[in-house]
Nanobody
Framework: QLQASGGGLMQPGGSLRLSCVAR????????MAWFRQVPGNERVFVSA????????YYAENAKGRCTISRDNSKATVYLQMSGLEPDDTAVYYC????????????????WGQGTLVTVSS
């Protein structure tokens, strides 16, 4: 089970940190990722981090504005976002994949319920 939080209404140019707490599986064995989805569109990759935190990956439009991190002692993955733009408005989902991480949503075994981020002035 994954529980995402931290979304809300944000001003353009602002920052926020999303959190996702894992329960019911061995978090440290799983790569973690964030995806986002605008209603009517596909769920798309934002960022991923390997089980150890040693490697991170970003979608092109997330590079330089997002930082993914994890704390295995707290079974939590984070997504720090800055320079928010209206196009960042979406429901953000965390996901877990045993072993290696990928950018393909079909490879992920566990999903959170999503947290809504709205960027608007």
């Amino acid at each position: 089970q994954l529980q995402a939080s931290g979304g809300g209404l944000m001003q353009p140019g602002g920052s926020l940190r999303l959190s996702c707490v894992a329960r019911g599986f061995d978090f440290s064995d799983y790569g973690m990722a964030w995806f986002r989805q605008v209603p009517g569109n596909e769920r798309v990759f934002v960022s991923a981090i390997t089980w150890s935190g040693g490697s991170t990956y970003y979608a092109e439009n997330a590079k330089g504005r997002c930082t993914i991190s994890r704390d295995n002692s707290k079974a939590t993955v984070y997504l720090q976002m800055s320079g928010l733009e209206p196009d960042d408005t979406a429901v953000y989902y965390c996901a877990a994949q045993k072993g290696f991480v990928t950018r393909d949503r079909v490879d992920y075994q566990y999903w959170g319920q999503g947290t809504l981020v709205t960027v608007s002035s």
